[in-house]
């Protein structure tokens, strides 16, 4: 039986057992804190990671989002609470309403406090109105940013439905603000599609991939980039996990079958411990990637590219599944981890629902169920997973597209692999070397204010089977 059925029965098992009340168990309204809260408190004993640790009783008065983080463990940073029908129980960030994502930081030397655009998503209204990644912006609805004003600032990016940006530009050792542009919240594509080149030199054919997240189907474009890497013999992978909060097991466990030698859908890949009542479950690898749609485990072993190492690009924002790769590929392969430590989250949800029909709780939430862990055992990176090669992208500004190789974190392992950079790229290394004159090029030199990918990545979920 698959996982994603056993947990489905499971769910709906225990759910209903535990609506048996004893005679002195008192009855609620329907609707009202009390019964809400009772629901939750039950749920959470059933399948919480922590449930050993919940109070034997709560304050079932308050609302349920004070009730759930009352009750929630202090090492709890990413179970989840919401109401489908109430907005203000979901996270409102600029990529949900517009479609980017962004840094703020101070310029060392000129103390200027500025935004900058890390990235923009296929689609998004960000995109249609010519944000790019590297772009600079310098006042948000007329206000120029500074340190104390930051938090008011972020407030008015997500507040409404439009934004007015004042970019910048950087001439001569100064940020000057260039134009503005008026943003109007929309609709954005959540799956986003792989960006993907080759290269080569010396020999070598080196592969670079850029994933965004690994929401369902993402397997379904990268298996035609897998093919092509494939007939040119590619001898060495960089996989970009930069900004990569996470997503589907199954999507993660797809592309893990597509790199290392002597892979088999038996191949054991990872490890869920829960709670008293969850045990401790083995997954292979066939059975965890079984739930990518449309795709049969023989696709991924005909692409296989028998890599004996793999790169792997991080930064803080790089949670969840994308940490599960780096993780679950160790067994198999040398994983060089270049840029930051990840977030670290090395735990698994999946979703929890009043089962009734119609419902009595409408509420619903994504606790943490188990913690993870590779097939050695090896997991416990709830503090991130330490890089091999240290790198701040940040130190190094502007920001270049994806897949460019003199951007910083690519060109530290393309230099791991000895790959030798096109002289044809000087012109924008130039404009770089101006502001690494000016920050030393020395990690820490930017001081990095805010940052809503890794916002996006501490709210982010490793969907077990859904």
């Given amino acids: 039986m698959k996982f994603k059925s056993l947990c489905s029965c499971v769910v709906i098992l225990l759910l209903l057992t535990s609506c048996k009340k004893d005679k002195s168990t008192p009855i609620y309204p329907e609707g009202s804190n009390e019964q ?3 629901w939750i408190l039950d749920s959470l004993r059933k399948y919480y990671y922590w449930s050993d640790a919940l ?83 310098r006042r948000i609805n007329g206000q120029e940013f500074s340190k104390d004003r930051i938090q008011a600032l972020e407030k008015e990016l997500i507040n409404g439905r439009s934004t007015l940006l004042t970019l910048a530009k950087f001439q001569d050792g100064v940020f000057y603000e260039d134009r503005e ?9 959540y799956a986003q599609p792989a960006i993907s080149q080759t290269m080569e030199s010396g020999g070598k054919h080196i592969g670079y991939i850029y994933l965004d997240d ?12 897998f093919s092509q890497f494939k007939n040119i013999g590619l001898t060495d992978l960089v996989i970009d996990l930069r900004y990569n909060s996470g997503g589907e097991v199954s999507e993660a466990a797809g592309l893990c079958a597509m790199i290392p030698a002597g892979i088999t859908a038996e191949s054991p890949f990872i490890i869920y411990k829960g709670n008293k009542n969850g045990g401790t479950r083995n997954e292979s690898i066939g059975t965890a990637a079984a739930d990518v749609p449309l795709v049969d485990f023989k696709a991924f072993l005909q692409r296989n590219l028998s890599l004996s190492r793999v790169f792997v690009l991080t930064t803080a924002a790089t949670a969840s599944a994308a940490e599960l790769v780096v993780n679950n590929l160790k067994p198999y392969l040398q994983v060089k981890v270049v840029g930051a430590q990840t977030l670290g989250k090395d735990e698994a949800s999946f979703l929890i629902e009043d089962q009734h029909s119609p419902k009595k709780v409408a509420w619903e939430m994504y606790p943490i169920i188990y913690k993870l862990f590779n097939a050695n055992g090896q997991g416990g990176y709830q503090n991130g997973i330490s ?26 392992a393309l230099n791991q692999i000895g790959f030798l950079k096109p002289a044809v790229l000087a012109s924008s290394s130039s404009r770089i070397s101006l502001l690494q004159q000016q920050n030393g090029n020395k990690p820490g030199n930017t001081m990095v204010f805010s940052d809503t990918h890794r916002q996006k990545a501490q709210t982010s979920l490793v969907f077990t089977h859904r």
């Fill in 387 to 412: 890089p091999d090669i240290a790198v701040n992208e940040l130190n190094q500004l502007p920001l270049l597209p994806f897949g460019d190789v003199n951007d910083p974190l690519l060109k530290a």
């Fill in 36 to 38: 809400i809260n009772t």
């Fill in 55 to 137: 109070p034997k009783t709560a304050a079932l008065e308050q609302t349920p989002p004070a009730f759930f983080n009352s009750i929630r463990n202090s090492a709890d940073r990413f179970s989840w609470l919401y109401l489908a029908s109430d907005a203000s129980t979901f996270t409102t960030s600029t990529r949900a309403l517009y479609g980017f994502d962004y840094a703020i930081f101070e310029e060392p030397l000129s103390k200027q406090v500025l935004c900058v655009i890390k990235s923009v998503l296929k689609g998004s209204p960000g995109e249609r109105s010519g944000l790019k990644r590297g772009i600079y912006i």
């Fill in 214 to 225: 690994f929401s369902a189907g993402t397997l379904n474009g990268l298996l035609p980039i």
């Fill in 181 to 189: 542009l008026n943003l109007i919240a929309g609709l954005t594509p």
